[in-house]
């Protein structure tokens, strides 16, 4: 890793501000056409996401980190990406070019645009790098992989992909923990960490602890501003659907007209619902959240307090050292 990608990434960056900034972008418009998921809110979110990653001063802490590790091998690397929020894939796209290898990308057919965007713009700032990216649709005998799916599909990798190095992502769910003492700032920011990117994303929080008799009250009054998401007819299809299943089935919930809140043992809630889960006391508290650790992606709390949480508002902006379901990917693609 030499100064020189450093500076490579630093230009695409204020590209990638560029495009974001345009009153009217033909690129951003088709990448909502490609999935209706991704309004240009989440769009210009996703690519806010991307500029924060490749500032200067986080790409050099970035790479100090791996300052003792021999110039690599090129190898060639292949990629799954996913498709949920756009441009997830960023982070392995940038990850294997920096570590100096040649990427191989199997983009997903819900975000297709994004990412050859990016390689177009690096080829104008270093066609050499430009050539070391390949977009394709099968990953044959290649030399490492990465891929990023539901837990039913890294069965599929790891009987295809397993006999190479690999990195195989499953499901992953984030949590927030509440004290009821929360601010309505925070509560806000707690509503950030669950409604951005409508609720899609594995860093989204999906389900809440919260202490035995609390009241909701405060949490809804709080995030009344993120009714606008049910101006999206795919978010208001899905919360309608599960609406009617708990009413039907006589199931007692919380309803504030675009999210229900209902008691669960489940990490994982569907879209338009958030779980909740009461407990007694810290010790109560840890116990149930160490049954479920190999499955968090991430904990919030409340400034933090909780060990190894984020302040609530956060869970979008993750640096680039923090790596998806905690697998240092630079490590992975410098000693392979």
């Not at 659907?241 to 708990?246: E, F, I």
Request: overall charge negative.
């Amino acid at each position: 890793m030499t100064p020189q990608i450093i500076d490579t990434f630093v230009q695409l960056a204020h590209k990638i501000k560029t495009l974001r900034e345009a009153p009217e972008s033909e690129i951003l418009y088709r990448a909502e056409m490609e999935n209706r998921w991704f309004s240009l809110e989440n769009l210009h979110l996703s690519l806010k996401g991307i500029e924060h990653f490749l500032q200067k001063e986080h790409l050099e802490k970035w790479f100090e980190m791996y300052k003792n590790y021999a110039p690599v091998s090129p190898k060639k690397v292949g990629a799954i990406m996913a498709g949920n929020i756009p441009a997830v894939g960023f982070h392995d796209f940038l990850c294997v070019l920096a570590s100096g290898h040649e990427l191989h990308a199997k983009l997903s057919s819900q975000d297709s645009i994004l990412l050859r965007t990016f390689a177009e713009m690096l080829g104008e700032i270093d066609p050499n790098l430009a050539k070391k990216i390949h977009f394709v649709e099968r990953l044959n005998d290649l030399d490492m992989y990465i891929a990023t799916g539901s837990d039913n599909s890294a069965r599929y990798f790891q009987y295809y992909l397993g006999k190479k190095p690999n990195i195989i992502r499953q499901n992953r769910h984030s949590i927030a923990i509440l004290n009821g003492q929360e601010t309505r700032q925070e509560l806000q920011g707690l509503g950030y960490d669950i409604f951005s990117y409508f609720g899609l994303g594995c860093r989204n929080v999906k389900k809440v602890f919260v202490p035995k008799g609390y009241d909701f009250t405060h949490f809804f009054e709080s995030n009344h501003l993120w009714n606008t998401v049910i101006n999206n007819t795919k978010y208001a299809n899905n919360y309608e659907y599960q609406r009617a299943v708990n009413l039907i089935n006589l199931l007692q919930h919380l309803d504030n007209g675009f999210l229900l809140v209902k008691e669960n043992t489940a990490l994982a809630s569907p879209l338009g619902v958030l779980h909740y889960e009461t407990y007694e006391n810290t010790e109560d508290l840890t116990e149930k959240i160490q049954i479920h650790e190999d499955k968090l992606q991430l904990i919030a709390s409340q400034n933090g307090w909780f060990p190894n949480s984020m302040p609530f508002g956060q869970s979008q902006t993750p640096n680039l050292w923090d790596y998806a379901d905690g697998i240092d990917v630079m490590k992975f693609l410098m000693e392979n």
